[in-house]
């Protein structure tokens, strides 16, 4: 059984510090920008941010559930996306508008 | 060499992540999407997992990216007219979104992962990764088509216009 040369030169380490900076990436994009398509692209982000963390750890333990899990992860991030698509679409016909900022009509 | 590559795609998809945040356009976002997946698919190849390399270009690069593009589009958002956030607050959220990271990596630094003791490079392959799924997972597998209707069923009702609403 050949050991792939990343797993051998690369330390796990590495992997999650990659994710962890992606996933503040995200964070930081949800938080100061107001068109909600990027917001809705900035999930995505971190979304991927969590499957390369699950795909790094299945690979260094050689248990194939964690790559089970990401592929889980990507049908509900395709099942999510289609949803909110065709709510950011609903909120830009009526409001004319795709600004996370209007609709703070549930703000306490 | 093997290094050389992986700091080539990590500095990719950190560079092209920190793009989609920034640019103003939301088309040079959805690219720099495009480019971070790609980055990240290449460190699928280098950790064995190539069955999640090809369906990550699949869905995300290829169906995901090209509704988001599609959606840009249909609404003709290519103007930038997005409303900026006070600068206060943009100050703020980077400043909680580093808060964040430094308190991830202080907890990550002092956790003690090791990896696993043997290796077998062969599990992100699609026969093993096959056999997984249609024996252990089998029933999250089909509950995932079920959430594939849903989703396709809620998103054709969403999308619908209604009688006597405006057109775009």
Not at chain 2, 9 to 26: G, Q
């Amino acid at each position: 059984m050949e050991v792939p040369d990343v797993i051998k030169t690369i330390p796990l380490n590495w992997y999650i510090f990659f994710a962890t900076f992606l996933f503040c990436i995200g964070v930081v994009g949800v938080l100061i920008r107001r068109n909600a398509l990027i917001v809705l692209m900035c999930v995505e982000l971190m979304l991927n941010a969590v499957n390369l963390l699950f795909t790094s750890f299945s690979a260094y333990r050689s248990d194939p559930q964690g790559q089970i899990f990401v592929f889980f992860i990507m049908v509900v991030a395709a099942a999510e996306v289609s949803v909110g698509l065709a709510i950011i679409v609903m909120l830009y016909r009526n409001l004319k508008s795709v600004d996370v900022g209007i609709l703070n009509k549930l703000k306490w | 060499m093997i290094q050389n590559v992986f700091w080539f795609l990590t500095f990719l998809a950190i560079i092209s992540a920190c793009m989609v945040v920034f640019s103003r356009n939301p088309i040079h976002s959805v690219l720099y999407l495009i480019i971070t997946f790609f980055a990240l698919s290449g460190h699928y190849l280098l950790l064995n997992a190539q069955f999640l390399a090809v369906v990550n270009i699949i869905v995300y690069a290829g169906a995901i990216m090209v509704l988001f593009l599609f959606v840009i589009m249909f609404l003709n958002l290519r103007r930038e007219t997005e409303v900026q956030k006070p600068i206060a607050v943009k100050f703020a959220a980077v400043i909680s979104g580093l808060i964040l990271l430094a308190v991830l990596l202080g907890a990550l630094l002092k956790a003690d992962i090791q990896p696993g003791s043997e290796v077998d490079s062969q599990i992100g392959l699609v026969e093993n990764l096959g056999k997984v799924l249609f024996s252990d997972f089998l029933l999250p597998f089909e509950l995932a088509s079920v959430l594939f209707l849903v989703a396709m069923v809620g998103a054709i009702m969403l999308g619908k216009r209604d009688p006597g609403e405006p057109t775009i």
